[in-house]
């Protein structure tokens, strides 16, 4: 469910109909809505009531400050995976101790940030990472709670580059290892280590590999309480899928079912139970817009190149992601839909948004949405070719603002300079 409908045939974000903020802004953009990102944050908390869950938004998915602060203000806290994140969190004003640090690679530097500043938790993915919290906790006087971050070996049935839960993958702690290193912990300082977390990767599909994860966490759960650890906390990340493209006839699980699975596996442990959801909080609730460049015919083809590319949104090149596409003015019955490529104008075959799409008849200058864009799209964003990172706008209702502007070409370089020996003029003729 989202709030982009046609509305007396133009497309609209809620109230604001996405020609008025192309005029505004330029294209390409990324558009939120916020009664959408609302609207899920709600649905999914309201799927786990009873299991008194944390929910904490996995800002990987979107970190652009007003949709943390949306989020933040209905409650959510954040998951990080590294030292920026935890400041833009920070920034956004979600509280400290609302944020869990997560990620298979923390350096010193951030264990220390994260810790000094007070964040409310730290998903442990080493023997060699658990030594570094204890030992910086310790030196600042501090106690931070722990979990430590299992790999249950369980396939994701997703994406093969967003499974991060097999043993072959390099996130999470060995099941093998995790009852010794529990050991471990207790008798080390500067931490409390009382929690599990698992997250075994993202867009998947079906409650069976959730099932058989959360499973596996409620045995070990049991195991280690049968060898006197307290475990009160588990920590069960993210990674529910959403429907992409219409085409694809992929319905994943709804939050309810998802709910009512989560109850029946672990409802009954007495555990603190928290939530890492992304995708599924913002992915429906943004699109990217852009505008046609130019239609090219050759006879095997008919192309689309769209003022877009695979540097603003790259899960299609990425994943082979297949994001709707939907004109802006609604298409006419006839002469009805043809077969068409929308590219973007980069110099790689891969920069291309989808092959053979039904689309209705579209000339330069018209406005095409690709919907379904709000998770991992501005977030992975670059400036490749010079493009400069497109503008991220928000709408409430019959508002609208821009919440991160397009930089001009001198911010762009300003963090660039010729040295000594090449900054006189240029030799060229
Ligand atoms: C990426 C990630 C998430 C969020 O995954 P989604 O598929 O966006 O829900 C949650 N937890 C961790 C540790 C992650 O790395």
Known sequence: MHHFVYCNGVLHAEDVPLPQIAAEVGTPFYCYSSATITRHYLVFREALKGLDPSIYFAMKANSNLAVLRTLADLGAGCDVVSGGEFQVALTAGVKAAKIVFSGVGKTDEEIQLAVAGGVGQINVESEA???????????????????????????????DKISTGRKEDKFGIDWSLVPGLYRKARALPGISATAIAVHIGSQITSLAPFEAAFTKVRDLTLQLRA???????????????????????????????????????????????????????????????????????????????????????????????????????????????????VVGPICETSDRFAQDYPLPPLKAGDLVAFMTAGAYGASMSSAYNSRPLIPEVMVQGDRYAVVRRRPSLAEMLALEQLPPWLADEPKGA
Do not use: W
């Not at 658990?130 to 369980?154: C, Q």
């Not at 219409?246 to 939050?255: D, F, G, K, M, V």
């Open 129 to 159: 990472e658990l030594a570094s919290v204890s030992r910086i906790a310790s030196a600042l006087g501090k106690t931070v709670r722990i979990a430590l971050r299992v790999n249950p070996d369980v396939a994701a049935g997703t994406h």
């Open 227 to 341: 060898e006197g650890f307290e475990i009160n906390h588990l920590d069960l990340g993210g990674g529910l899928g959403i429907p992409y493209d219409h085409l694809s006839n992929t319905t994943p699980p709804s939050p309810a079912e998802y709910g009512d699975m989560v109850r029946r596996v672990l409802g009954g442990l007495g555990c603190k139970l928290s939530f890492e959801p992304g995708r599924l909080i913002v992915g429906n609730a943004g699109i990217m817009v852009a505008k046609v460049v130019v239609m090219k015919d050759s006879p095997a083809k008919k192309f689309a190149i769209v003022d877009a590319a695979m540097n603003d949104l790259v899960r299609p090149a990425m994943y082979g992601a297949r994001h709707e596409i939907l004109p802006v003015i609604e298409a006419p019955l006839s002469p009805g839909l043809t077969p068409v490529d």
